[in-house]
């Protein structure tokens, strides 16, 4: 990690408690600008936590988190799209609907952005919201989520309940995404088979804690992949 290079995510001895139970402990680490980055960990690690932290939705009560150099919170959420693990959309609405009314409620929506990813999701206009499959729903809201112009990208567990082919086409889409690396990505996600040769840096959760950081071009130089990496911490 360069020092002097002001990071897009950094996070310094976070802590969170929901009633008595300790949520997160001590998470310090930091995600520079362009990179592709992956929160891995098993169900209940605390990456969802970690992630509405990070979004600034919901306070910091112990330690900081910044955002390209500014502190997470209602100051920062026009720098961060969030993708939330089963969010939802509404249902009542049409495809085309709804994109309409998200163009209308994120001032920094790119137009041709959204045509683009329309057609590279596969995404129908003319279907009822409440008649797609989880993967046809998962795609729409990585569209509406992509189709901002914001530097910092935040996805968390995109993947769950999604079929094969929507899932290798959501991998391929922040690929591409990230082509030119002016946009940082935060994936939160405890299955990496599709995102495995896509990321630059790794924070390893669990229990709430940070168990280790890992830069993907050093775990390769040893012969690793992601997937071996996470096996041998959580095996």
Request: net charge negative; proline share 3%.
């Amino acid at each position: 990690m360069n020092d002097s290079v002001t990071m897009a995510v950094c996070c310094t001895g976070v802590q969170v408690r929901i009633g008595r139970k300790a949520v997160l402990h001590d998470i310090t680490f930091g995600i520079e600008p362009g990179q592709i980055a992956g929160l891995l960990g098993p169900n209940g690690a605390g990456k969802s936590t970690l992630l509405s932290l990070i979004s600034g939705i919901a306070p910091v009560e112990t330690g900081k988190i910044e955002i390209f150099g500014q502190e997470a919170g209602e100051k920062t959420l026009t720098q961060t799209a969030y993708l939330p693990d089963r969010g939802k959309l509404p249902s009542w609405l049409r495809v085309g609907e709804w994109l309409a009314f998200a163009q209308k409620l994120y001032p920094d929506w790119d137009v041709d952005r959204a045509r683009y990813l329309r057609e590279a999701l596969n995404v129908q206009l003319d279907a009822k919201i409440s008649s797609l499959s989880r993967g046809e729903e998962a795609r729409l809201q990585l569209m509406t989520c992509l189709s901002r112009s914001v530097p910092l990208v935040l996805l968390d567990e995109p993947f769950v309940g999604v079929d094969l082919t929507s899932r290798e086409r959501i991998a391929e889409t922040v690929v591409r995404e990230m082509a030119d690396g002016s946009r940082t990505f935060l994936i939160a996600t405890h299955d990496i088979r599709e995102m495995d040769q896509m990321f630059d840096r790794i924070v390893l959760i669990d229990k709430g804690s940070i168990v280790s950081v890992d830069d993907t071009d050093a775990l390769r130089s040893r012969g690793m992949s992601v997937e071996t990496r996470y096996r041998e911490v959580f095996t």
